[in-house]
C-alpha cells in the first residue's frame, strides 16, 4: 500500500527521496511527504501526489544527507496535510514514515492520552511514534531499545523508518507484515518498501524480515536484531532488476506498455521450462514438492483480485488436464472461515506483488494445519516466496500500472505448465495430447502478437461505448473467468460499472438489466459450447442488447449476428484465456483514455494490498 523510501549516506538526500517516492507512487497516491535533517529536522508533507509536494517544497532549504520519504494509501484518517506522513512524535524528537496497520492503535493512544500526549492526526502512525517517544524518554533509552519495546506492544502490521533529529548518523527500519527491502551503496544506505527505488543506486540488498529491526549507520554498518533482542545474521543478494524494466519505453501509460510487453513477458514465464523438440516442461522450483501435487487429495489455490481469477482458470486447467481436484478461494474468506486443511493438501497461493496481506495470512494458516504451500508470484524476493514451502516465478517483469495485465496472462502461463507437467507425470492426457498442447502453448506469444494488431479496431469500439453506464461479459468454461476479469479491468481504471457472468447464468438475472443501451461483451471462441454461446448471443439480442463478440478468427457466423466482433487466432480450448483476455484489456484501456481517467493510478486503488 504506502510507499516508504530512506537515505543516508553522502549524497542530498532529497533527490533520492523524491526519485524514489516518484517509482513507488504506484503502492498509494493520496498524500506524500518527506523529512531531512540539515541543522534540524524539517518535515514537509502534502494531500495530493509527488507532484503536489514537489511544487509545495521548491525553494525550500532541502540540504540534508539523510531524509524519509512516504506516499500514502489512506487506512486511518482522510488524506489530508495532516494525515501525511512522516508523523513527528510531541517532544519533537522522532519522526517516522509507516506502511501497515497498528491494529490496536486505540487503546495505545487511550493510554498516551492519560499521559498527556496530544495528537494532530487520525493515524496509527502518530500513536505509535508517540509510543517510542514515551517509552524512550521513561527510562532514558536509545532510541533502538525504544523502539524494539515499543514494537512488542503492537499488535498489527507495519514498516517503519524512524529518524532522531538529535542523531543525523543513524535510520531505524523495522518490519512485520508489510515488506521492507535496504540497498547496499558505498558508504551508503538506501531503504524501501520495495527494489523499485533502489535498483538505480545499488543492486545489492538485503529483505528484512517479519519482527526484525535494521539499524543503518552512517559509517557502513548495518546491523539487524530481532524484537526478541537477538542479533540476525544477514545475507546480501543481488538485484536482477533493469532500471529500464521501469520506464515507459515511449508509451503513454504503463498499462499500454505491460499489455504491449504480453508477447515477450509470456515467452519469459515459459523460457527453460518448456522446451517443445524434447516435449518437456520442467519446473525446477517446485521439482522437491512435485510429488506432493501428483498424490495430492486437492488443491486449494488462495489469492485476490486478478490472480484469484487466473486461480480460475488454474482450476479449469488442472481439472481438465491433470484430473486433480481444485478449489480456488478468495484469500480474505478463507482466512477467516476455520477451512478444512489436512496434510495431502497443496495450497498455490497466487499474487503479482507477493506481498498482499490476505494472501500471506492464508498461506500462513495453511502452513500451520500441515499442508504444503506453494507460490505463484512476480516479485522476486518477496514476502510469499519467502514464507512458501516452494514455487514458481512468473518472471513477467516489474509491474507498475495498478490494473494488472502481463501479471495475469503470466500466471495462466505457470499454472498451464504446471498443469501440462502434472498431467504428463499422471498419465492423465495421452502423450500425442500432451505434445500438441506444448506445442501450442510455445505458439501462444506469436499469437498475442497478433491479437495486439486489433489495438485500432478495440480504440474504435472504445469510442461507440465511452459513455455507457453499465458493462456485461459473458464466457463459458475456461472464457467464464476471463469474462470476470475484463470486467475487473474495466471498473479498476473507468469506473463503469461492469459484471462478468458465466453465459448461462445470465438467463437466472442479469438478462433483466439488457436493453438497447446494454453492451455485452460476449466471449465466443470457445468450440465445445459454440451453439450454446450463438443461443446466448441471440438472446441477448432479443432485448436489443449490443453485442461485441471475441471470436476465433474466421467465423462469419457470429459476424453476421454481433454488432462488433474482435477476431484472435484460434488455439486450444485450454489456452483461450491468454489470448482472449489482451482484446479485453485493450478495450477497458481505451475506454478509460477516452473518460480521461486516470490509467496508472486509479482511484482509490493500490498496486500492493497490505492491510487486509
Ligand atoms: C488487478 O487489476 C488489481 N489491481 C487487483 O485485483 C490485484 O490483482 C489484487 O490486489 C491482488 O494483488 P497481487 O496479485 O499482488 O496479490
Same mark, same amino acid.
Given at each position: 500500500m504506502?510507499?516508504?523510501v ?17 517509482r ?53 484518517g ?17 519522526t ?15 493510554g ?12 496509527d ?12 524518554q ?8 525504544a ?100 520506464e515507459k519505453?515511449?508509451y ?10 504480453q ?45 484469484w ?62 499442508a504444503t504451500?506453494?507460490?505463484?508470484c ?11 514451502h ?12 495498478v ?32 505434445r ?11 499469437? $498475442? !502478437?497478433? +491479437?495486439?494488431?486489433? =489495438?485500432?479496431? *478495440? @480504440?474504435? #469500439? /472504445? ?6 453506464r ?68 441471440q ?8 453485442? $461485441? !463478440?471475441? +471470436?476465433?478468427?474466421? =467465423?462469419?457466423? *457470429? @459476424?453476421? #449476428? /454481433? ?6 487466432p ?18 477497458a ?17 493500490a ?6
Amino acid at each position: 500500500m504506502c510507499g516508504i523510501v530512506g537515505y543516508i549516506g553522502n549524497r542530498p538526500a532529497h533527490p533520492i527521496l523524491i526519485s524514489g517516492l516518484k517509482r513507488l507512487e504506484y503502492r498509494g497516491y493520496d498524500s506524500a511527504g518527506i523529512a531531512l535533517i540539515n541543522g534540524g529536522l524539517h518535515i514537509f508533507k502534502r494531500a495530493g501526489k509527488v507532484s503536489d509536494l514537489e511544487a509545495f517544497i521548491e525553494g525550500e532549504d532541502l540540504t540534508g544527507t539523510i531524509g524519509i520519504g512516504h506516499t500514502r494509501w489512506a487506512t486511518h484518517g482522510e488524506p489530508n496535510d495532516t494525515n501525511a506522513h512522516p508523523h513527528l512524535s510531541q517532544s519533537g524528537n522522532i519522526t517516522m514514515i509507516h506502511n501497515g496497520i497498528i491494529e490496536n492503535y486505540a487503546p495505545l493512544k487511550e493510554g498516551l492520552t492519560q499521559r498527556g500526549y496530544k495528537f494532530t492526526s487520525e493515524t496509527d502512525t502518530e500513536v505509535l511514534v508517540n509510543l517510542i517517544d514515551y517509552i524512550q524518554q521513561l527510562d532514558n533509552l536509545d532510541l533502538l531499545e525504544a523502539v524494539r519495546l515499543a514494537l512488542n506492544q503492537v499488535v498489527g502490521a507495519y514498516a517503519i523508518v524512524i529518524m532522531d533529529r538529535n542523531d543525523p548518523n543513524q535510520l531505524i527500519a523495522a518490519r512485520k507484515g508489510s515488506p521492507l527491502v535496504i540497498g547496499i551503496g558505498k558508504d551508503e544506505f538506501f531503504i524501501a518498501s520495495d527494489a523499485t527505488p533502489i535498483v538505480e543506486h545499488t543492486k545489492n540488498v538485503v529483505y528484512l524480515n517479519d519482527e526484525e529491526i535494521a539499524v543503518l549507520s552512517r559509517n557502513g554498518e548495518l546491523n539487524i536484531k530481532t524484537i526478541q533482542n537477538k542479533e540476525k545474521p544477514y545475507s546480501i543478494q543481488e538485484l536482477e532488476l533493469q532500471i529500464e524494466m521501469l520506464e515507459k519505453g515511449g508509451y503513454e501509460h504503463f498499462m499500454l506498455k505491460e499489455i504491449y510487453e504480453q508477447p515477450n513477458s509470456v515467452l519469459d514465464s515459459m523460457r527453460g521450462r518448456l522446451n517443445v523438440k524434447q516435449g518437456e516442461v520442467v519446473l525446477g522450483g517446485i521439482k522437491d514438492y512435485f510429488q506432493k501435487l501428483v498424490n495430492a487429495d486437492r488443491v486449494i489455490i488462495v489469492a485476490c483480485g486478478t490472480s484469484w481469477i487466473a486461480g480460475l482458470v488454474g482450476e479449469y486447467l488442472l481439472e481438465d488436464l491433470a484430473r486433480i481436484n481444485v478449489e480456488v478461494e478468495y484469500a480474505s474468506e478463507f482466512r477467516y472461515r476455520n477451512p478444512i486443511i489436512t496434510e495431502k493438501d497443496v495450497v498455490i497461493a497466487i499474487s503479482q506483488s507477493g506481498e498482499t496481506a490476505d494472501t500471506l495470512a492464508a498461506l500462513e494458516l495453511a502452513k500451520a494445519k500441515g499442508a504444503t504451500i506453494l507460490g505463484i508470484c512476480n516479485v522476486v524476493g518477496s514476502s510469499i516466496p519467502r514464507l512458501t514451502h516452494a514455487g514458481v516465478y512468473t518472471h513477467a517483469g516489474p509491474e507498475i500500472g495498478v490494473a494488472s495485465t502481463k501479471a495475469f496472462t503470466a500466471q495462466v502461463t505457470v499454472l498451464s505448465l504446471i498443469s501440462l507437467a502434472l498431467a504428463h507425470k499422471k498419465g492423465s492426457i495421452s502423450e500425442t495430447r500432451y505434445r500438441e498442447l506444448v506445442q501450442e502453448l510455445s505458439l501462444i506469444p506469436e499469437k $498475442i !502478437a497478433q +491479437v495486439l494488431k486489433s =489495438d485500432v479496431q *478495440i @480504440k474504435h #469500439i /472504445a469510442q461507440t461505448f465511452k459513455d455507457v453506464r453499465n458493462f456485461l461479459y459473458l464466457g463459458r468454461g475456461y472464457n467464464f473467468p476471463v469474462a470476470l476479469e475484463g470486467a475487473l479491468k474495466l471498473k479498476e481504471i473507468s469506473y463503469i460499472h461492469a459484471e462478468g457472468y458465466p453465459a448461462a447464468e445470465m438467463k437466472h438475472g442479469p438478462i433483466a438489466l439488457i436493453d438497447e443501451e446494454m453492451p455485452v461483451v460476449v466471449l465466443a471462441t470457445n468450440m465445445s459450447a459454440y451453439d450454446k454461446i450463438i443461443s446466448n448471443i441471440q438472446e441477448v439480442k432479443a432485448r436489443k442488447g449490443r453485442v $461485441i !463478440a471475441i +471470436v476465433t478468427e474466421g =467465423d462469419e457466423v *457470429i @459476424k453476421n #449476428i /454481433a454488432e462488433f466482433t474482435i477476431e484472435i487466432p484460434a488455439t486450444e480450448e485450454a489456452l483461450t484465456p491468454l489470448l482472449s483476455s489482451i482484446p479485453l484489456q485493450l478495450l477497458a484501456y481505451h475506454i478509460a483514455v477516452l473518460r480521461g481517467c486516470n490509467i496508472d493510478q486509479p482511484r482509490n486503488l493500490a498496486k500492493s494490498v497490505t492491510v487486509e
